[in-house]
Every structure is written in C-alpha cells, then in structure tokens.
C-alpha cells in the first residue's frame, strides 16, 4: 500500500473524526521503519516498526542501550545490559525470555523512575514474546491493555486497548487468562465497563457468553501469516490461526487419588456390597481410583460480578477469592479463609452461594457446640464408626476438591477429653500433613490435600492461636440501608428457588415495597430483613387469593 493511498484515506478520516489523521501518520511512519511504537500502543493494536517483530526488538534494544545514562539516574544492571545486546543482535525467544527475567529483579532502594526503565523492558519483553505465541505474555499483556485503559486519554486508544485485550483473552484458554490475573485487575475493569444495575451487568454477559459462542462455533477470520519473509494475508479458523503460532492448550481434566490400596481390610461379600455397611464396600469405588478435580469455572469473572451485585457489601471477599483462584494450576483450590463479621450479616449465605455459583461441591459443618474429633472419624470398632467429613464428601460428590464449609467455628468446644475439632483442623489445613490424613474408619491414610475450608466466625480471635494462624481473616461489615434493594432481590429469587414452578409467579420488588422494607429496618442483619420480605411476600398471596 502507498503513501499516497494512505493519505488519501487520512484525509476521509480527518473530515470526520479530528486527531485520526496524526494517528494514522504516526502509525504509516511505523510501517514505513521510521518510528517504534510505544508500549501502549502496541498494547492498543498498533503495528510494529517495518510490520516485523525482530525488527522492532532489535532497533528498540538498540536504543534502549544508546539511552543508558539519563539525567540522574545510573545506567541499567549488567544483566539487563548483557540480555538488550543479545535481542539487539538475535531477538528470539530465550534471549527475550532471559531479558525478562533480568529486568525483573528489583532493590528496595531503588527510585520509581529507575523501576520505570526495567518495567519497560519487561513489558516491551512480553509483547515481542506474544508474538512468538507465549500464552503467559498474552495473559500479562491483556491485563496491561485493561490496566492503562483508564489512563489513557484518547478514545481510539481505549477502544484499541479493550479489543486488544478482549480479542486476546478470547482467543486464549480460560485457565491461561485466569493464571496470569493479578489483584483482580480484569474482575475490577470488566465491573467498571458492564455497569452495576442487575440489568446492565446482564446484558453484558449475555453480550460476552454470545460472543464467546461465536468464537466457538468455529468462524473462519483472515489473519496475517509471515512465510519466507512475506506477510500474507489468510482466512483461518480461531482454533488454529497463524498455523501453529499460537498456543491453544486444551485444558487437561487434573485427577487425584485420595483412597489409596484397602487390600488391609476384608473383602466385602455381595450382600456387604449392596448394603454398602462395611469400609470397603462403602469405599471400594473410589479405591485406587484418580478422581477429577473441579476445575476453576470458565465464567469466573461473570461469576464474581453477579456476586457483587448480590452481596454488594462484600465485593472485597470475592476480590480476593478471585486472586486466590486465578493463581491456581487450572484445579479450584483455595486456602483457609475465615469470613469474620457480626450475626446476620451474611457471611454463611455468601459462602453458600459463592459455591453453588462456581458449582463446587461442598458441606456445611455446624461447629457451634462440637465437644470431640469425631470431624476426623471414628474408629469401625464402635457402632457408629465413620469416615472423616472430608472423605464423605468426597465420596458423595465424585471429585477430589469439595470445599468444607465451617460455620461459627469460634463456638466448638476446647476439652480434649474425646479429642478437639481445633486439633483435626490443624492437620488437614496443612498443606504436607494433609496428603496423608490418618483415617480411623479405613486405617489408613488418605490424602486431602485438594479439599478447601471456609469457616465463618463472629469474632476470629476465639480461636486458637494456631487455627487462626492458618486461616486468612477476612473482615466483613455490616449490610447497611443503601444495600437493601440488592438484598431483598436475592432474597426474592431465592424464594422463587424455593417454590419451584410457583416461583415463576413471584413479581420482582417494587419502588414503594423496598422503600417500605429499608424504613422499618434496622441495618445490620439480614435475618430479620429476609423475615420482612417474607411477611411482604406473604401478604402479597393472601391479597391475590381474596381478589
């Protein structure tokens, strides 16, 4: 394409849209090896200089290393030093690979502005290393794209980062995104763009979920592929575009043996079997068996979304629930979380529901006025031998990652007389202790190192010193009046849950009903404000019945 061409289109674009022409200038100087991009723009969707990525990385390590003695500030580590000149002469994969990692050593002492130079070349590193088909770079750049998106002032460089970062996220797996989110960068910009109305946010999922089947469904998209030094341009499906370039790794179900050999216990005869009374017969199925492992869910930033919209006092539990998840290997697994607040201010009912919506596996432990260990299990010698609680669940749910739920965990009892459920939590909240958890019903030991624990406690700091240091605490305030539209919905639709096909005719809250509901409440429980909306709800049939 000419010059000419491209100023004759400038000039179109200029009668329309004012500041697209220098845009457009800027951008045919890249093209034409005049210029380098900066990193947001090539975050934005810009083309790198010449339209090459070597020649990009070559001339801008070139003058990164002209650049080495700025006013005030000392020249760059050798290391760093010795990895630009290596992707000046030869930028491949492990030479950016190792400029990477050089620039990313840090010293306390070190200025921002200084911080500022090696934070450039760990981004420009990811940039070039995307481009060579690194699915962890593309996750960091897509987190870039949506953090600069606020920062930047012009508007076709906002949209260019959003599409950046949408088309990039989508073209990826889940599991690789969700990996490389850090503090909920992604959760915190995707709520900020689809709103905080019930409505809002779920026309932007319906729009995501839409798009996303689209993608799916296999379309064929034309793509630039470089062959014997030409750039061509080709129709290719989404799954394998760029013809290898990419990495599109499928995600591998990740299993788990939890019940090792019980070749130690009897065989368990037919009738054993059927009636399933015996520890072989009632374990004999998931016997040297590799479980799945749940796997974080595929729409985990829709998930946390609608959970804020529901429980919009604790947006800050499901930000960091969101950073423990998106650091995992693919497999749902949290670490002990306590979710501390005052009676009734939801701490249970948003474990609950943060679980159904991920659709994990789970039980609800009362520990209020437990007085032994029997959560561990009790020996087959008694009549009433059991497995742990872990283990029945995870019997019943199939997988090797249910999640416990400890509610009001402060309230167990302290004797040790027939043990103490502080001291069993102790060895399965342990990371090593927890791959072999002796088991007193099977007598031997099973391995537990995939099952998550949420407790809940009015105050933490009854605990043992040793179980609250194994917990991470999280504070949780209480509902206040602003909140009570968002409660009483959810609320509502879980007693449209709860009826079943009657539910359907239960009518959202109107204006004037929730004005009633928030007058005559006093903030804090949520307990007496789901007995209000019962009472409304109640009255509202008995009115529909006399009419």
């Known amino acids: 394409m000419g010059t000419g061409e491209y100023d004759d289109t400038d000039r179109e674009i200029a009668k329309l849209v004012p500041g697209e022409l220098a845009a457009a200038q800027q951008q045919l100087a890249i093209l034409d090896d005049q210029n380098s991009a900066t990193v947001v723009q090539l975050l934005a969707g810009w083309p790198m200089r010449a339209n090459s990525w070597q020649v990009d990385a070559a001339v801008w390590a070139q003058r990164v290393l002209a650049d080495q003695e700025p006013p005030g500030l000392p020249s760059l580590p050798p290391a760093v030093e010795r990895a630009l000149r290596q992707v000046m002469t030869k930028p491949t994969f492990g030479n950016l690979t190792a400029l990477r990692k050089a620039a990313s050593r840090r010293r306390p002492e070190w200025s921002r502005e200084y911080n500022g130079r090696l934070d450039e070349c760990v981004e420009r590193g990811d940039i070039y290393l995307w481009h060579l088909g690194d699915e962890s770079a593309a996750g960091r750049c897509v987190l870039r794209a949506l953090d600069r998106i606020t920062n930047v002032a012009r508007a076709p460089i906002r949209d260019g980062l959003l599409r950046t970062a949408i088309e990039t996220a989508s073209g990826m797996t889940y ?37 996303q089947e689209k993608l799916r469904a296999g379309e064929t998209e034309k793509v630039l592929v470089e062959e014997d030094d030409e750039i061509t341009l080709v129709e290719a499906v989404q799954d394998d575009r760029d013809r290898g370039q990419w990495a599109y790794a499928k995600p591998v179900q990740q299993t788990l043996v939890v019940v090792p050999s019980l070749d130690h216990l009897p065989k368990a005869t037919l009738t054993q079997r059927d009636r399933r009374d015996t520890p072989r017969a009632e374990f004999g199925r998931i016997e040297g068996v590799a479980l799945p492992l749940k796997p974080v869910p595929n729409a985990l930033i829709e998930i946390l979304l609608s959970l804020g919209l529901r429980f919009p006092w604790m947006r800050h539990v499901f930000d960091e629930v969101g950073q423990h998840l998106v650091y995992s290997d693919g497999a749902f697994r949290l670490p ?209 019945t006399r009419n």
């Open 175 to 211: 599991e690789a995104v969700q990996r490389q989110i850090r503090n909920s960068a992604l959760h915190v910009q995707m709520r900020d763009r689809a709103g905080t109305t019930q409505s809002s946010m779920s026309a932007w999922i319906e729009a995501w979920a839409a798009h």
């Open 336 to 544: 002990p979380l306590c979710f501390a607040g005052g009676p009734g201010c939801g701490k249970t009912s948003a474990a609950i529901g943060m679980l159904k919506g991920f659709d994990i596996p789970s039980t609800v432990y009362s520990a209020a006025g437990v007085h032994d260990g029997a959560f561990a299990g009790t020996s087959r010698q008694w009549s009433t031998g059991r497995a742990s609680v872990p283990l029945q669940t995870i019997l019943k749910a199939g997988v090797a990652n249910p999640v416990i739920v400890l509610d009001e965990i402060e309230k167990s009892g302290e004797s040790r007389h027939n043990g103490a459920l502080a001291d069993v939590l102790l060895s399965m909240t342990e990371p090593t202790s927890a791959k072999a958890i002796f088991d007193p019903y099977l007598e031997c030991s099973v391995d537990l190192s995939a099952i998550s624990f949420i407790a809940t406690a009015n105050n933490p700091n009854l605990l043992s010193g040793p179980l609250r240091d194994r917990f991470k605490v999280i504070e949780i305030p209480a509902p206040g009046v602003e909140h009570v539209p968002a409660i009483a919905q959810g609320l509502v639709n879980e007693i449209r849950e709860k009826r079943g096909a009657a539910g359907a005719f239960v009518e959202d809250l109107a204006p004037d009903e929730i004005e009633i509901l928030a007058e005559g409440w006093k903030p804090g429980s949520m307990r007496s404000l789901r007995r209000r909306v019962e009472i409304l709800l109640s009255g509202r049939d008995r009115l529909a």
